[in-house]
């Protein structure tokens, strides 16, 4: 007489976030976070100050633009925080196109030693590294 089969269940192995990417994910949340609140004050500001006929070159359709923009870029920021959060590849790759402008243009300053330009490179680095997390 043969034993009875076990019950194994059957999942896949989900990838493991690195450390890095969670904090670098939520750090970058709350960054998006704050343009957002951000981008929702100036437009606020440019409205009470329009609507209260204070002469201002930020008052009126300049700055409720100007807030909107900040207000957009902070959503696009907030979605690339929770797409780094979810390991996706399309995340990844846009924050290493960033980072590499970032390369780029504090090269073109030529400020190489400086803590941006090196912090920039050491998380290109260790994105480039754990890059096989991401789906």
């Known amino acids: 007489m043969s034993a009875p089969a076990q019950y194994q269940p059957s999942y896949e192995a989900r990838p493991s976030r690195p450390l ?5 994910s939520v750090l970058v949340g ?13 437009i606020a500001g440019a409205a009470a100050l329009s609507y209260f006929g204070v002469p201002s070159g930020f008052a009126g359709l300049g700055g409720v ?3 909107a923009i900040i207000l957009i870029v902070g959503l696009i920021i907030l979605a690339l925080a929770v797409g780094l959060w979810h390991l996706r590849m399309w995340a ?3 924050t290493l196109l960033f ?3 970032e ?4 090269g073109l300053v030529g400020a190489f ?3 941006g330009f090196i ?8 994105l480039l590294a754990v890059h096989r997390h991401f789906r």
Do not use: D, N
């Open 20 to 24: 890095g990417v969670a904090i670098l």
């Open 30 to 42: 709350i960054y998006g976070f704050l343009l957002i609140l951000g981008g929702a004050l100036v």
């Open 65 to 67: 633009t100007f807030g």
């Open 92 to 94: 990844l790759v846009l």
């Open 99 to 101: 980072l590499i402008f």
């Open 103 to 106: 390369l780029v243009s504090y």
């Open 113 to 115: 030693v400086t803590f």
């Open 119 to 126: 912090f920039a490179l050491i998380l290109f680095v260790y």
